[in-house]
Nanobody, 125 residues
Framework: QVQLVESGGGLVQAGGSLRLSCAAS????????MGWFRQAPGQEREFVAA???????SYADSVKGRFTISRDNAKGTADLQMNSLQPEDTAVYFC???????????????????WGQGTQVTVSS
């Protein structure tokens, strides 16, 4: 079972930027798509972005043009660059690995079976 550890969260003013990083342990990182999700208090976990094993990307409409997902297979990391942050981006952000290797990009949380512990992102107005 892979272990995922997120870092980079924090408090930022509206319009600011943060970069989240997800470090994965174990082998075969390059064969799996990685995703970022977020969950605000009282709300369901929602899809933010994903990057496939071949580096294709997918974004939620709410973050398209502001967030960029990337991966470094040599380092076993998947990062989320977040620009033009808004108060509605406030949430706990989770990285996750898809269930199956060489699978297409998925947006449903149940398509992922390995999750990090989450990192808090707070955007003040």
């Amino acid at each position: 079972q892979v272990q995922l550890v997120e870092s980079g969260g924090g408090l930022v003013q509206a319009g600011g930027s943060l970069r989240l990083s997800c470090a994965a342990s174990g082998r075969s990182f390059s064969s799996y798509a990685m995703g970022w999700f977020r969950q605000a208090p009282g709300q369901e976990r929602e899809f933010v972005a994903a990057i496939s094993w071949s580096s294709s990307t997918s974004y939620a409409d709410s973050v398209k043009g502001r967030f960029t997902i990337s991966r470094d297979n040599a380092k076993g990391t998947a990062d989320l660059q977040m620009n033009s942050l808004q108060p509605e981006d406030t949430a706990v952000y989770f990285c996750a690995r898809e269930k199956y290797s060489l699978w297409g990009l998925q947006r449903r949380p149940d398509a992922y079976d390995s999750w990090g512990q989450g990192t808090q992102v707070t955007v003040s107005s």
